[in-house]
């Protein structure tokens, strides 16, 4: 039964939800496309809400750049799993390998105030860095199990390698590029007759 003071909340809640997310998805989109952070105005614009309904839900720059951050970084580290439920672990690390080029490009377009708060400590950098360590690990570990991924890799051999990647051929608009690049990065990964650990 639906009581009569659920009719005034429930309407309102779903809204103001709803909102948030269409924010954080434009937010995150503006952010991906340019190197230049977009204005709080425009991200508004984009997602058709006026200002003060993003103002309600990020009072400030900073809370919309850590709400899109941390979202794309649970993204990442949520998304390993998921990845591994649906695909074999050398093609759940290739899409994962896709999914952190997305996180770089988000980043590029907000790496001022970004740079700001990890030097401010509002973004823990090494936290960070740890949960997306033990995201390519749990996807290194189930390919070690599977056979299809060579032992001796290591998640931060594959995290410094794909910064390389990401930092000479920018997502989105050197994607071509990125993605040869990518598939040769797991051509060295996949597991062979001749790879075992401590080389090849």
């Not at 190197?35 to 103002?55: F, K, Q």
């Not at 899109?68 to 649906?86: C, F, K, P, S």
């Not at 032992?151 to 994607?175: C, K, Q, W």
Request: glycine share 8%; hydrophobic share 45%.
């Amino acid at each position: 039964m639906i009581r009569l003071s659920d009719v005034g909340t429930r309407g309102p809640r779903a809204d103001a939800t709803r909102n948030r997310d269409q924010l954080l998805a434009v937010a995150t989109r503006m952010f991906a496309a340019g190197d230049d952070e977009p204005s709080m105005r425009a991200i508004a614009r984009e997602a058709g809400v006026g200002i003060a309904t993003l103002y309600r839900h990020f009072p400030t720059r900073e809370s919309l750049v850590d709400a899109v951050y941390r979202d794309q970084v649970v993204r990442l580290t949520t998304g390993a799993r998921e990845l591994l439920d649906e695909l074999p672990p050398a093609a759940a690390m290739r899409r994962w390998m896709d999914l952190f080029g997305d996180w770089i490009a988000t980043k590029n377009g907000m790496l001022d105030t970004l740079l700001a708060m990890v030097e401010s400590g509002e973004i823990a950098h090494a936290q960070t860095r740890a949960e997306l360590l033990a995201a390519i690990t749990t996807i290194l570990d189930a390919g070690r199990a599977a056979g299809d991924l060579r032992s001796d890799a290591r998640a931060d051999d594959i995290a410094a390698s794909l910064i390389g990647i990401f930092t000479v051929a920018p997502h989105p608009e050197n994607d071509a590029i990125a993605q040869r690049l990518l598939d040769l990065l797991m051509d060295g990964l996949r597991f062979t007759a001749g790879t075992h650990a401590g080389g090849c």
